[in-house]
């Protein structure tokens, strides 16, 4: 009986030892698993936050980019600066099954288009910023050149002004890249027409910066003798050669600046011109001239360049004698714009050409520029 007794005690022992290992066993994998799982979907969330930003090609290609903006076109045309941005969505169709939807805010940009168009230029914020080329590479706003009046006429300035950001290009790195667009503007309150006329994106200064390894400098207390000298007497005669008059260095006005991270003791900036709807090259027909410059028409050059040696004009003139087929080329090349705007635009250019191919006319021109050129 005892025999049994002390059997029946061993069992109970044995349970109960076996009962203390796998009890606090159990709580242990209990505490455990929430921890694991918050560790698994922190992991998780880390992934998301890391993933790549969409790469967007916007100014990667020279295809037109088919575009529609939905906004308050009925409000935006009342051309009321007071009543602030307003809202929209930007659809860009990169190709039949690539469409990236963004909503932006809309502004009115510049000033006398503002006053002389009937639609006014824009510029675009993105309520979320696009990427362009890396993550750095980000698009918080962006500028959208728009058509003056609603024609093909006005759609030709358009792809002639273009044209002058992609002559630029070949003159030099430090420009700004430009996108043409095929934009469709959609009103909101449906009170006006779908309009479908050409636009154009302007790279961002930022990205123009980040692209070339340089800072964008927005001191207004800059003259042109702050500026590399071959870099303001290249854009300055390239400003001579297209007839823009509209540009000032103090004010950046029609002008970003830039300055190389490289060391450079004396910090000279690099300018980078923009908005080249009045040049003569360009020709539109709302254009003005400054008559404190004593221009008689839009067509007519004057060089406002800082006074540099005879020796700098010289190389200068050279570099562009030895990049005329390229520049000819951007025009002719061109597929979208009209023969007989093509026409004109490379007999303007020949009218600047022609004072190249002899040292005589080289030696006329440069006294122009001698002649005319602000001395700081």
Not at 9 to 14: A, F, R
Not at 168 to 191: A, G, I, P, Q
Request: proline letters at 5%.
């Amino acid at each position: 009986m005892f025999k049994n007794a002390f059997k029946v005690i061993d069992h109970l022992i044995g349970f109960k030892k076996q009962y203390l290992i796998i009890i606090p066993l159990f709580f242990f994998i209990l505490s455990v698993i929430p921890a694991l799982s918050q560790v698994d979907s922190s992991k998780i969330k880390s992934e998301k936050e890391k993933k790549p930003p969409k790469i967007l090609p916007l100014f990667d290609s020279n295809e037109p980019l088919n575009v529609t903006l939905r906004f308050n076109m009925t409000q935006f045309l009342k051309k009321n600066k007071k009543a602030g941005s307003l809202d929209g969505v930007l659809m860009m169709h990169f190709n039949e099954t690539d469409t990236v939807d963004k909503n932006v805010k809309i502004k009115y940009r510049g000033i006398w288009r503002f006053a002389n168009c009937n639609f006014p230029p824009i510029q675009i914020n993105f309520k979320k910023p696009i990427y362009v080329f890396s993550d750095s590479g980000k698009i918080n706003k962006m500028k959208l050149v728009t058509h003056c009046q609603t024609s093909p006429l006005f759609d030709e300035y358009i792809l002639r002004e273009y044209l002058v950001y992609k002559l630029y290009n070949v003159m030099t790195d430090s420009s700004f890249r430009v996108r043409l667009l095929k934009v469709t503007y959609l009103d909101t309150e449906n009170k006006k027409k779908p309009i479908t006329q050409y636009g154009i994106f302007i790279e961002p200064a930022s990205i123009l910066a980040l692209r070339t390894n340089s800072m964008v400098i927005e001191s207004l207390n800059l003259t042109q003798k702050h500026m590399m000298p071959e870099v303001i007497g290249k854009m300055a005669v390239f400003l001579y050669m297209v007839a823009q008059w509209d540009w000032d260095i103090p004010s950046q006005h029609n002008v970003a600046i830039i300055k190389p991270l490289k060391f450079d003791p004396a910090g000279l900036g690099v300018p980078v011109p923009y908005d080249f709807d009045l040049t003569g090259i360009v020709n539109a027909e709302y254009a003005v001239t400054s008559d404190e410059l004593g221009l008689e028409n839009i067509r007519e050059r004057l060089f406002r360049g800082i006074c540099q040696s005879r020796e700098m004009y010289q190389e200068i003139l050279k570099e562009f004698m030895s990049k005329k087929n390229a520049l000819y080329a951007v025009v002719n090349e061109f597929p979208y714009l009209s023969q007989r705007s093509k026409k004109d635009i490379i007999m303007y250019l020949d009218t600047f050409f022609d004072q190249l191919n002899k040292q005589k006319d080289i030696d006329l021109l440069i006294n122009n520029f001698l002649n005319t050129c602000k001395k700081l």
